[in-house]
């Protein structure tokens, strides 16, 4: 019998190396997530320790559902992140084919290419926030200096740019993990299918739209899951840029949360709202795996 512990045929030693990060993952993960779907069920508020005990079963569920304002915070997560997912998969694409190009200093290119996505959140949001200031920001003083306005714009004011301000921080942060997965898919390309179709008389575009891009599918797919698991529960660049204002015209879901949880003091209905917030993750997740599934299948039928 070998040193390992075994019990009859069983080798118990992976299971014993595994339980301290058994453990951990318990503590981290699954106690936090089993606390707040009790409070989800409860009236529990946070200036009210004891509603922590009065069980409600699925009212705040009911109530969110018969919510304006949570509908609305949900459409507009939907469709922020449905615009920030297509201009950064439109962006990174370009980005990548156009470095791939390049012979010359095409590693400092991919370093350069990588520095966005190493600002916080956070950070990046005061930076945003300091640009499209409307009295000392960087951009009113270029347009003003340059004679395109003669006023002051105000993007973190008025809704639809304020929106537009929020999206623009947030492709700039985040187009970089497009770019890097699309050019590894690049580099994974074989050669063999473009030199065919150019001796078959095939021009950049044809090449370019029947065997590069359905190559580069599924490595857009992983990117886009990746991403939409981060931009379905934005928060830090919304908060620091506009608190959901003006009057409430960029609200996301989780910023929403955020103020029924600590300044409406409802702890139990802002749970219920985060879970649901957790299926609208789920399903763009399991969108994107069907997507992936289907590319691969298309590129093997190809093959």
Not at 36 to 54: G, K, M, Q, V
Not at 60 to 88: H, K, S
Not at 159 to 169: E, H, N, Q, R
Not at 286 to 294: I, M, N, P, R, S
Request: contains cysteine; charged residues 15%; glycine residues 6%.
């Amino acid at each position: 019998m070998s040193r390992a512990f075994q019990t009859g045929r069983v080798n118990w030693t992976p299971v014993l190396l595994l339980l301290p990060a058994i453990g951990v993952m318990m503590f981290v993960v699954a106690l936090p997530l089993v606390f707040s779907l009790y409070t989800s069920l409860t009236s529990y508020r946070l200036t009210r320790p004891e509603t922590i005990w009065d069980f409600v079963w699925f009212r705040n569920y009911e109530r969110l559902f018969g919510n304006r304002d949570f509908w609305v915070a949900f459409g507009r997560t939907i469709l922020f992140l449905t615009i920030a997912l297509n201009v950064q998969l439109i962006l990174g694409l370009g980005i990548a084919l156009l470095i791939n190009k390049i012979t010359w200093g095409q590693r400092t290119l991919r370093t350069i290419m990588m520095f966005p996505m190493m600002f916080s959140p956070i950070l990046v949001g005061f930076q945003f926030k300091f640009i499209f200031n409307d009295n000392i920001g960087i951009l009113n003083n270029a347009l003003q200096s340059l004679g395109w306005t003669d006023r002051a714009i105000p993007w973190l004011v008025d809704g639809k740019l304020a929106m537009f301000s929020i999206i623009f921080a947030e492709v700039w942060m985040s187009t970089s993990v497009f770019a890097i997965l699309l050019l590894a898919g690049l580099f994974a390309m074989p050669r063999d299918p473009l030199e065919a179709a150019k001796v078959d008389g095939c021009n950049a575009w044809q090449v370019f739209r029947h065997i590069t891009l359905p190559f580069l599918m599924p490595f857009a797919f992983i990117a886009m899951t990746i991403r939409s698991l981060d931009i379905a529960r934005a928060y830090d660049i919304v908060k620091v840029m506009t608190d959901g204002g003006p009057a409430g015209r960029t609200e996301l879901l989780w910023t929403m949360i955020a103020r029924t949880a600590y300044q409406d003091a409802r702890m139990g209905q802002a749970n219920a709202a985060a879970y649901l917030s957790t299926i609208l993750s789920i399903a763009f997740t399991y969108y994107f795996y069907l997507k992936l599934v289907e590319s691969r299948r298309y590129m093997g039928g190809v093959q």
